[in-house]
Every structure is written in C-alpha cells, then in structure tokens.
C-alpha cells in the first residue's frame, strides 16, 4: 500500500535551517510528484511547492522563494524539503503529499512533521 | 496568483441536514484542477474530490462537488457525525498551486 513516512519533529532557534524528510513506499517513486504543505498552528492549509522526483525540476510559492528547497533521492525513494532562515512565524506542521498531475489529486499524504522554531 | 474564497467560514448545523460550501477563484480554474480536501484536528487532509466532481476512493456518496470556472460547491446531502471537521478547497491550475481559507462544519 501506498505510505508517505515522514521523519520526527524538531525544534529549532531562529536563523537555523531545518530538513524534513517524507520516505514513500508502495509505488514509483519517481512516477508522481511531492507537494509539500504547511499549517500554522489553528491555521488553514499553505501550499509550500511541488518537485518531480524523477527530473528533480521544483516550483515554489513565492513567498518561499529563497529560502526552501526541494530535493530527493530515489536510491531511497525519499523527498526532502530545507527551509532556512527559520523565524517564529515558520512553527507549524509541515506535510508532504503525493500529487497526481493527469487527476489533479493529492491521494496520499504524510503524517506531518511539527516544526518548532523558538529561542 | 490564484485566490480561493471559501464561504461560509463556519457553518453550524445538525447531524442529518445537508450542508454546501462555496469556494470561488479569483480567475477562471479548469475542473480538472480544483479539489476538495477534509480535516480533522490532529488528522493530515484526506482528499475528497477531484476534478471538481469526481468522489475519491472510499469516499461515500453523499459528498458531491460541482461548478465550473470561478465558482465550485461542496455538498454534503446529510451530515453524518464523522462529517463535522474542516474543508478546504485546491487549486493547481498554474504551476504554483493554492488553497481556500477552509470552512468549518460544526455541531449546532
């Protein structure tokens, strides 16, 4: 079955970067595209940017432009996604998903990772 | 970017009635790019609908979405108590894609 796995919550300072991971398993890799997506806490859903795993290219929501990225490594079938320059305002939980362009869909989702950013 | 107004952003109603959630485009989407998605606290999204009208796996059939180019709906035709949770409407018309605010369905 289709799983979205993704690594632990953190805590960091203001200014760091902070790198989660979303391993996937029971189907292609490399067939689908990620989105990752953000909620604030008591906040709705943000769409932080997609990466097709298989040629790596990303597109992010201008409000990030600078300060994430998108990565992957299939020999893990796992994506990545790095956001810098960390402030208060970035604590939320941060979820990836599987997105199926031809459908518009995104069918499977992660658990969600909790990012805390504090001092 | 394109904007997605949902309404109401509260909706209190009681188990067996029928509830329906706007959600509007600040420009004309294609149906095959907007989507429904359901929340509950502590839960990720589950998807509900796409392409503006086509039921997810598993999802039953009393959720049905509809619309066509600025405007799409969400219906609920009875309310089960599973059904009082958060939703949000998706768009990915464009290469960067946004989400509508959400609507709460309540217990009233």
């Known amino acids: 079955q289709v799983q979205l796995v993704q690594s632990g919550a953190e805590v960091k300072k203001p200014g760091a970067s902070v790198k989660v991971s979303c391993k996937t398993s029971g189907y292609t890799f490399t067939s689908y595209d990620i989105t990752w997506v953000r909620q604030a806490p008591g906040q709705g859903l943000e769409w932080m940017g997609w990466?097709?795993?298989?040629?790596?290219?990303?597109a992010y929501a201008q409000k990030f432009q600078g300060r994430v990225t998108m990565t992957r490594d299939t020999s893990v079938n796992t994506a990545y996604m790095e956001l810098s320059s960390l402030r208060s305002e970035d604590t939320a939980v941060y979820y990836c998903?599987?997105?199926?362009?031809?459908?518009?869909?995104?069918?499977?989702w992660g658990q969600g990772t909790l990012v805390t950013v504090s001092s | 970017e394109i904007v997605l107004t949902q309404s109401p952003g509260t909706l209190s109603l009681s188990p067996g009635e029928r509830a329906t959630l706007s959600c509007r485009a600040s420009?004309?989407?294609?149906?095959?790019?907007l989507a429904w998605y359901q929340q509950k606290p502590g839960q990720a999204p589950r998807l509900l609908i796409y392409g503006a009208s086509s039921r997810a796996t598993g999802i039953p059939d009393r959720f049905t979405g509809s619309g066509s180019g600025t405007d799409f709906t969400l219906t609920i035709s009875r309310l089960q108590p599973e059904d009082f949770a958060m939703y949000y409407c998706?768009?990915?018309?464009?290469?960067?894609?946004?989400f509508g605010q959400g609507t709460k369905v309540e217990i009233k």
């Open positions: 990466m097709n795993p298989n040629s790596a290219n990303t």
């Open positions: 998903a599987r997105f199926i362009a031809e459908a518009g869909k995104l069918d499977y």
């Open positions: 420009q004309s989407v294609s149906s095959s790019s």
């Open positions: 998706q768009q990915h018309g464009t290469s960067r894609y946004t």
